[in-house]
T-cell receptor, first 115, second 113 residues
Framework: EPEVTQTPSHQVTQMGQEVILRCVPI?????FYWYRQILGQKVEFLVS????????KSEIFDDQFSVERPDGSNFTLKIRSTKLEDSAMYFC?????????????FGPGTRLTVT | GDSVTQMEGPVTLSEEAFLTINCTYT??????LFWYVQYPGEGLQLLLK?????DKGSNKGFEATYRKETTSFHLEKGSVQVSDSAVYFC????????????FGGGTRVLVKP
């Protein structure tokens, strides 16, 4: 069964460093998403991406964040200058369609630890 | 704003016990409702969904009914197994809000043999 994959599974970085989290969505999917979950808190929407541009973003997704689909398979989340409060589990998701019936398939997540 | 509230865990049960996880929502429009499950070391998987009032979603013995009058979408299973041990997330999606999911805090369920 096709699945969304994410690398690395765990990333440790120092405050102020740039990190890139990588995702490989399901191959025929057209819509891509990033969510995050700070330990002990809710899963929060960050951004959605379609047709090589951001279609929606949350207040969390400020200028420190960017997303890119550099080739036909990868979807990346970059944090330019990490802060302690960026420590969280980051989930990538993809869906075939955006309609209400379009199921979002999630990856296993990348745990980001900022020290 | 739109939000989802679900009961805090952990919920610890014996095998074959009845499971219920409460979920209520607040939404400015008419949402679709979802339950996602996360098994250890894996991503979130859609368990079931309902897109309109009185719809019942069901899968793998789990059920949830969309109750507009009580703004609820409680998850139930009549007889749990050890393999049901996981974290369960209730979520909503509003068409007006694009395709983003708004999640509850998650409920960890531990089923003991």
């Amino acid at each position: 069964e096709p699945e969304v994959t994410q690398t690395p599974s765990h990333q440790v970085t120092q405050m102020g460093q740039e990190v890139i989290l990588r995702c490989v969505p399901i191959s025929n999917h057209l819509y891509f998403y990033w969510y995050r979950q700070i330990l002990g808190q809710k899963v929060e929407f960050l951004v959605s991406f379609y047709n090589n541009e951001i279609s929606e973003k949350s207040e969390i997704f400020d200028d420190q964040f960017s997303v890119e689909r550099p080739d036909g398979s990868n979807f990346t989340l970059k944090i330019r200058s990490t802060k302690l409060e960026d420590s969280a589990m980051y989930f990538c998701a993809s869906s075939e369609i955006a309609a209400s019936g379009g199921e979002q398939y999630f990856g296993p997540g990348t745990r980001l630890t900022v020290t | 704003g739109d939000s989802v509230t679900q009961m805090e865990g952990p919920v610890t049960l014996s095998e074959e016990a009845f499971l219920t996880i409460n979920c209520t929502y607040t939404a400015t429009g008419y949402p679709s409702l979802f339950w996602y499950v996360q098994y250890p070391g894996e991503g979130l998987q859609l368990l079931l969904k309902a897109t309109k009032a009185d719809d019942k979603g069901s899968n793998k013995g789990f059920e949830a009914t969309y109750r507009k009058e009580t703004t609820s979408f409680h998850l139930e299973k009549g007889s749990v197994q050890v393999s049901d041990s996981a974290v369960y997330f209730c979520a909503l999606r509003l068409r007006a809000a694009g395709n983003k999911l708004t999640f509850g805090g998650g409920t960890r369920v531990l089923v003991k043999p």
